[in-house]
Structures are given as structure tokens and as C-alpha cells.
């Protein structure tokens, strides 16, 4: 393996990448396609999808397919799953990157806000990864799965109240390392990405109130917020073959946030 494409290649592989209509899910699904995978991308919006997949078989010239859905409901993840086997082939890299982030007052947060929150990251993950999981283990097929987490998945927030998800956060990274170890007998790696705080859809107003953005780059060493495609490395190391060896990995993409 002594070329830089036999590393990180990814042709021939199909990925699946939840919440690629905005932020850092259109980055992740750009990362799989610039390694030459296939790319399904499921969300809500399919305009926006549409969208997306235009642009990436325009940039990157590999087969996208964008699939409307909600990933809470499991009549939805069936249905990506199966138009994903019929239009495009067997999915062996999937991206639980879908998720929430609703703030509130602990002392006031009611349960609808709490369950949405457990529903779409952690729920929804959980039963993607193994219907995933089991199609390639009865093949006998590897794969991959990325989720992603957060640097709040290691501590509380000190600019917001989001109990929900710093618990589901927290929650995701667990999960990641259990179904690393109970599935490496497949070859399936587990993995989670980490990062610190980058403006998208989900944070840009968060970050747009006064002080905000100061205090969140205060408690970055590197000084500033990151950019959404400086999520793309990850991605591309842990679905290639040089991350054959990495499962159960929590990898910061945070510019330092936890290092201290
Ligand atoms: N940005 C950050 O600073 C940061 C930091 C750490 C971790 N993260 C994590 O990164 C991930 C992406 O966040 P982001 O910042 O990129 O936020 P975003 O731009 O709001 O993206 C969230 C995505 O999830 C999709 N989604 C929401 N509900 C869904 C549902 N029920 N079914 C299917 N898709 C659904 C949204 O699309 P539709 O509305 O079209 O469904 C959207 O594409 C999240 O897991 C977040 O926790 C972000």
C-alpha cells in the first residue's frame, strides 16, 4: 500500500450519509464522494437534497441518489434502505450525521422536546446502524459507520442549555464504542467524529447573539470556529482503508476544545 489512493480510495464502496440537505451532512456526503464513492443522501427536504446531489455528481461525477425521509420513522428507513439496494447496491458505509440540538431551560424542557431529541440522535442511529449492520453481517460483507457526535458528548455546554442533547451526545460516543467492540467480529468499524463548534443552519443564530461567538473561540486553543468541510478528513480516514484499524474511536474535530 504505497500510493496515497490505495489508502484512501473509496471507489466501489455505496455510502449513506442522514441529514446531507445542510451543514456538515452535505460535507460529509462531498468527503465520500471526492474518495469516489456512491452517495445516497437521505433528509427531510428533498429540495434541498436535489439540490445536493446535483452539485456533488457535477464536482465529483459519482452516482448520488437523494431519498426525502424522516429517519424517526421506520417505515422511512426501510424505505432508504430499499430503493438504496435497488437504484444503487448494498450500502457498506453509513454516516449517522442527522441530528438535533434544542435548547431550553433543564427545569423547563418538556418531554416532546426531550423525546424529538432521543428520537433523531439517538433512536434513529441506533436502528439505521442495525439494519445496516445485519445486511452486511448475513452477507459477510465489512463496513463502515461514522456517527456523528460532539465535543458536547464529553461535557456540558458553557455557552447553552441543551440538556437533550448533551445527553444524546454522550449517549451517541457510548454507543459507538459498544457496537465497535460487538461488531468487529464482522469487520464492521464503528466510529464516531467529534467536532467543536462550526456554523451551519443548526448554530448560526446561536452564534450571531452577542458574546457568543467570542466565548465559543475563547475556549478554542486554535482561536476560531471551524468550517463545515473540515469534517471531510475524518470522514474520508475512517471509510477508507486507512482506518482499517480504528474502531471505537471518538475522533475531535474541534480545534483543541477538549484537549484542555
Ligand atoms: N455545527 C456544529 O457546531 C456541530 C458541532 C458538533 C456536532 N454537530 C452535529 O453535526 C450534525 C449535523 O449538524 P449541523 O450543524 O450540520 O446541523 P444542520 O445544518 O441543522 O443539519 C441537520 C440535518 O439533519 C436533518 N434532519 C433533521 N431532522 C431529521 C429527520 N427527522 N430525518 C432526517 N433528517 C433530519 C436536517 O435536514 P431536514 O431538515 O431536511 O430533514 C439537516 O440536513 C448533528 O448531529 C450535530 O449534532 C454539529
Known sequence: ???????????????????ASSGLGVECAKALAIGGADVVIAARRGDRLE????????????RVLPIAADITVEADVDRIISSSVAEMGEIDILVNNAGIAPTGRAERISRQVWDSAIALNLTAPMFLSQKIAARLIERGKPGRIINMTS???????AVYRLSPYTATKAAIS????????EWAAYKINVNAISP??????ATEAGMAKPGNREKMEALTPLGRLGLPEEVRGA???LASKAGDYVTGSILSVDGGYTAW
Open 51 to 62: 439540490a445536493v446531489a446535483a452539485e456533488i455528481r457535477t464536482a465529483y461525477g459519482v
Open 151 to 157: 465535543v458536547l458528548g464529553q461535557r456540558a455546554s
Open 196 to 201: 467543536g463548534w462550526i456554523p451551519t443552519e
Open 235 to 237: 470522514v474520508i480516514f
Open 174 to 181: 457510548n454507543l459507538t464504542r459498544q457496537l465497535a467492540v
Open 1 to 19: 500500500m504505497d500510493a496515497l489512493h490505495e489508502l484512501f480510495s473509496l471507489r466501489g464502496h455505496i455510502g449513506l450519509v442522514t441529514g
